[in-house]
């Protein structure tokens, strides 16, 4: 038995709700199946995190129908990534408010509309102002209401392993986009390329919420008296809640500095002298190897914890890019062995950062904080982006930028344990519960 605070309408003062459990729950069929429904769901709305695949084919057909070069046609994608990142933090406050289903309906709507207008776009600063629209309902049907749902529905000791399995849809969607995407641009060009992606964000969006998602089932609850003592562990969680919220977005935006790698990764391999046709094939190599990557990550934080995992990806972090940089003129063969390595330090964002969130601030918060880790996220993503070019324009190659990159993830994840540390002190009255207003005490021992 569990309880959480609520201020009551009739008295006007804190009283606590007790959660009652009758039955559980999870023994039954019914949410058993709604379960699997929206975990699946939410594997499909991770897909979406990777159709900004397509983004990259459109480049040369875009710089002909617009009459611009290539950096300026860049602005509309930095615009749809500033519009994602500024709008992460509210899709995560909405998410504690109301339905993830309607969330992502609406938001899935917008994005379409945005996509469709995009591709009939007259000029191109038209198209810089529908990827504004497009970031914003994007932002609503993608990782923060994915794993709002995983953090709902699933609240057994294996989230870490669910967390994996979900967040491995990126890669799945990584390997669909690059068969699909090229004969469209060949066939359809810009407008035929962008329908198409807006097609995908409808099905994976609207289509998917209304047929798959469901919302987690509220537990009933019964009003007593907050007990002193438990009111005061309440408060003393809360006022350590800014500073792990911090910790959290620091952390984020350090480590997330090497996120720009898949977006620079053709451009990378193709300036080390390896041809197109093989840096395809190891972009593919990448994306299967994500598909894989992210489960392995979840199983092993519950199987043997934070630590040994953290500890891990210190040495992916270190070993991957950095080991590219230093070693790829040995030959392909360094890059076909790092590239499955560099997958894995990928999974950090997907998987080992809301699994972080998740047990340092509670479930209650978890959506609004994880928001402002991804605006973090997806601020150093458009930040490195240029320094990423300027290390090849100062230097001739990528690599400063890949040892860079290498030890920022190091950093990062130096910061993100001290994040959960102090999380978990700050929080352990609750006990990963609702920090917002959770208190365990002694309904835990009964």
């Given at each position: 038995?569990?309880?959480?605070?609520?201020?009551?309408?009739?008295?006007?003062?804190?009283?606590?709700?007790?959660?009652?459990?009758?039955?559980?729950?999870?023994?039954?069929?019914?949410?058993?199946?709604?379960?699997?429904?929206?975990?699946?769901?939410?594997?499909?709305?991770?897909?979406?995190?990777?159709?900004?695949?397509?983004?990259?084919?459109?480049?040369?057909?875009?710089?002909?129908?617009?009459?611009?070069?290539?950096?300026?046609?860049?602005?509309?994608?930095?615009?749809?990534?500033?519009?994602?990142?500024?709008?992460?933090?509210?899709?995560?406050?909405?998410?504690?408010?109301?339905?993830?289903?309607?969330?992502?309906?609406?938001?899935?709507?917008?994005?379409?509309?945005?996509?469709?207008?995009?591709?009939?776009?007259?000029?191109?600063?038209?198209l810089s102002i529908g990827a504004v629209?497009?970031?914003?309902?994007?932002?609503?049907?993608?990782?923060?209401?994915?794993?709002?749902?995983?953090?709902?529905w699933h609240t057994h000791g294996r989230?870490?392993?669910?967390?994996?399995?979900?967040?491995?849809?990126?890669?799945?969607?990584?390997?669909?986009?690059?068969?699909?995407?090229?004969?469209?641009?060949?066939?359809?060009?810009?407008?035929?390329?962008?329908?198409?992606?807006?097609?995908?964000?409808?099905?994976?969006?609207?289509?998917?919420?209304?047929?798959?998602?469901?919302?987690?089932?509220?537990?009933?609850?019964?009003?007593?008296?907050?007990?002193?003592?438990?009111?005061?562990?309440?408060?003393?969680?809360?006022?350590?809640?800014?500073?792990?919220?911090?910790?959290?977005?620091?952390?984020?935006?350090?480590?997330?500095?090497?996120?720009?790698?898949?977006?620079?990764?053709?451009?990378?391999?193709?300036?080390?002298?390896?041809?197109?046709?093989?840096?395809?094939?190891?972009?593919?190599?990448?994306?299967?190897?994500?598909?894989?990557?992210?489960?392995?990550?979840?199983?092993?934080?519950?199987?043997?914890?934070?630590?040994?995992?953290?500890?891990?990806?210190?040495?992916?972090?270190?070993?991957?890019?950095?080991?590219?940089?230093?070693?790829?003129?040995?030959?392909?063969?360094?890059?076909?062995?790092?590239?499955?390595?560099?997958?894995?330090?990928?999974?950090?964002?997907?998987?080992?950062?809301?699994?972080?969130?998740?047990?340092s601030v509670g479930r209650s918060a978890?959506?609004?904080?994880?928001?402002?880790?991804?605006?973090?996220?997806?601020?150093?993503?458009?930040?490195?982006?240029?320094?990423?070019?300027?290390?090849?324009?100062?230097?001739?190659?990528?690599?400063?930028?890949?040892?860079?990159?290498?030890?920022?993830?190091?950093?990062?994840?130096?910061?993100?344990?001290?994040?959960?540390?102090?999380?978990?002190?700050?929080?352990?009255?609750?006990?990963?519960?609702?920090?917002?207003?959770?208190?365990?005490?002694?309904?835990?021992?009964?």
């Amino acid at each position: 038995m569990g309880a959480i605070c609520a201020r009551n309408p009739i008295l006007g003062r804190k009283t606590s709700m007790t959660t009652v459990q009758a039955s559980e729950p999870a023994t039954d069929t019914r949410y058993k199946t709604q379960r699997l429904m929206s975990t699946v769901g939410a594997g499909i709305l991770m897909m979406l995190m990777s159709v900004g695949i397509g983004f990259g084919f459109t480049v040369q057909v875009g710089m002909e129908r617009f009459g611009v070069g290539a950096t300026q046609y860049s602005i509309w994608m930095s615009a749809f990534q500033l519009s994602c990142a500024l709008s992460y933090s509210a899709i995560g406050a909405l998410a504690r408010r109301f339905p993830v289903r309607n969330i992502v309906i609406v938001a899935g709507l917008l994005a379409t509309a945005s996509m469709t207008g995009m591709a009939f776009a007259p000029t191109f600063l038209w198209l810089s102002i529908g990827a504004v629209f497009f970031g914003i309902g994007f932002a609503g049907c993608g990782i923060v209401t994915a794993n709002a749902l995983i953090s709902q529905w699933h609240t057994h000791g294996r989230t870490g392993t669910v967390f994996g399995f979900v967040a491995s849809g990126v890669g799945v969607g990584g390997f669909v986009w690059g068969l699909i995407f090229p004969p469209v641009v060949s066939s359809g060009g810009f407008t035929g390329t962008m329908l198409l992606i807006a097609l995908i964000v409808f099905i994976c969006s609207v289509v998917n919420a209304l047929v798959l998602v469901r919302s987690a089932p509220a537990t009933p609850l019964i009003l007593t008296p907050e007990p002193a003592g438990h009111r005061n562990q309440r408060k003393a969680a809360l006022a350590g809640l800014g500073v792990v919220v911090a910790l959290l977005v620091a952390s984020s935006f350090i480590f997330a500095l090497e996120g720009g790698w898949p977006l620079v990764m053709a451009a990378v391999l193709q300036s080390n002298g390896i041809s197109l046709t093989t840096a395809g094939l190891m972009i593919s190599l990448w994306a299967l190897v994500a598909i894989v990557a992210k489960p392995i990550l979840g199983h092993i934080s519950d199987r043997v914890g934070m630590l040994p995992l953290f500890i891990l990806l210190a040495i992916i972090f270190i070993v991957s890019l950095p080991g590219m940089a230093l070693f790829g003129h040995l030959g392909e063969w360094v890059y076909f062995v790092l590239i499955p390595v560099v997958s894995l330090a990928m999974g950090v964002n997907g998987v080992v950062l809301p699994l972080v969130v998740l047990r340092s601030v509670g479930r209650s918060a978890f959506p609004q904080v994880y928001g402002f880790t991804l605006t973090a996220v997806s601020l150093a993503v458009a930040i490195s982006l240029p320094l990423w070019g300027l290390s090849r324009d100062l230097t001739g190659s990528y690599n400063a930028a890949m040892i860079c990159a290498g030890f920022a993830g190091v950093a990062g994840l130096a910061l993100l344990y001290v994040a959960r540390s102090v999380g978990r002190k700050k929080s352990a009255p609750t006990d990963e519960d609702d920090l917002s207003g959770a208190y365990v005490g002694a309904s835990k021992s009964e």
